[in-house]
């Protein structure tokens, strides 16, 4: 685990293609501060530009927590105006995360809940331990989420689960959240990190251009109308279609073998030919 980068809150780690991220204020459950947000916003800008990480993957310092959501003592502290940047921030930074270019992943270890539940949420797909919790507990607090969780929410799981959880505020069982819909993969706790990496390889298997094209006309199902989504999708297909790696993917199977993605042979798979 490496903190030269000057990152102290949030830990990076290089596991061949996939970049962990460690959320790193395990006495506080890892509860996000305004610098934790920034420091993990930097973290991603640097990601983003570093071609040897194919896949993200986010996870809680210590055995207890993911994330236990917002600093509620920094919170207690600010008036309306600063609330609202608080929220503007976590916003900006967690949709980046759902918009990044490449997959992300969840690593949820313990308590996921309130903005520690949006980050998950916000994240690509989630791999959860058997001893995992999550929750939007705002509502016993008065207050609701709002670093983008009641939209999220409805996107990952429907409206009527939503409403559940974010109405009742209630801790959910990983085993509930997975008949839900939301987690992917469910593995006991000594198994976590392991099932991850396995998840978390597959997919960096597959050509990185594709994948981005592929998020980005998926996250886009059911925020424009149909017959916008399906240009869209016509569209970014044939962007795809002229790649090199494309061409190589459908080659591939032509002479019944499988395409080579590896990092050192196609680095640049999105240049045309
Ligand atoms: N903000 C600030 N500090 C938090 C926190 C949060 N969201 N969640 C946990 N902590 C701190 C606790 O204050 C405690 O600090 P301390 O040791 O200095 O007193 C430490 O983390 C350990 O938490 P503790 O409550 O003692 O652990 P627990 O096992 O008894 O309970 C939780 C775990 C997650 C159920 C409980 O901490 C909790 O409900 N946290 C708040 C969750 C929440 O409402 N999140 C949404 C915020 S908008």
């Given amino acids: 685990m490496q903190t030269a980068d000057g990152y102290s809150l949030v830990l ?10 460690t959320i790193n204020r395990p006495d506080k459950l890892n ?14 800008e640097e990601i983003a530009r570093d071609s040897a990480t194919r896949v993200v993957m986010i996870t809680g310092a210590g055995q207890k927590a993911f994330v236990a959501g917002n600093d509620i003592d920094g919170l207690i502290e600010m008036d309306s105006v600063e609330a609202y940047r608080d929220m503007q921030r976590g916003q900006r930074v967690l949709f980046r995360l759902y918009e990044f270019a490449k997959p992300t992943i969840a690593m949820v270890n313990g308590y996921a809940l309130g903005g520690g ?8 797909f989630i791999v959860a331990s058997d001893t995992a919790r999550f929750g939007f507990p705002e509502i016993t607090l008065n207050t609701i989420p709002g670093w983008g969780g009641t939209q999220l929410a409805v996107k990952k799981m429907g409206l009527a689960r939503a409403k559940q959880m974010v109405l009742t505020g209630r801790h959910y ?18 198994e976590l990190k392991s099932a991850a990496l396995a998840f978390a ?4 298997m597959h050509d990185p251009f594709a994948m981005e094209i592929a998020k980005r006309t ?17 569209a970014n297909y044939a962007v795809n279609f002229g790649t090199t790696a494309a061409r190589a993917g459908l080659r591939a199977f032509a002479t019944r073998r499988k395409p080579n993605n590896a990092l050192t042979d196609n680095p640049t798979s999105s240049k045309s030919k």
Avoid at 31 to 44: G, H, I, Q
Avoid at 178 to 185: K, Q, T
């Fill in 12 to 21: 990076t780690e290089q596991l061949g293609t996939v970049r962990l991220l």
């Fill in 31 to 44: 509860a996000f501060t305004p610098a934790l947000m920034r420091e993990l916003d930097d973290v991603l």
């Fill in 117 to 124: 539940f949006e980050l998950a949420l916000a994240c690509d």
């Fill in 173 to 190: 069982t990983s085993a509930e959240c997975r008949a839900f819909g939301f987690i992917h993969v469910l593995a006991s706790a000594p």
């Fill in 201 to 204: 390889e597959q997919l960096s």
């Fill in 218 to 234: 998926v996250n886009r199902a059911g925020e424009i109308p149909l017959n916008a989504g399906l240009d869209l999708e016509a």
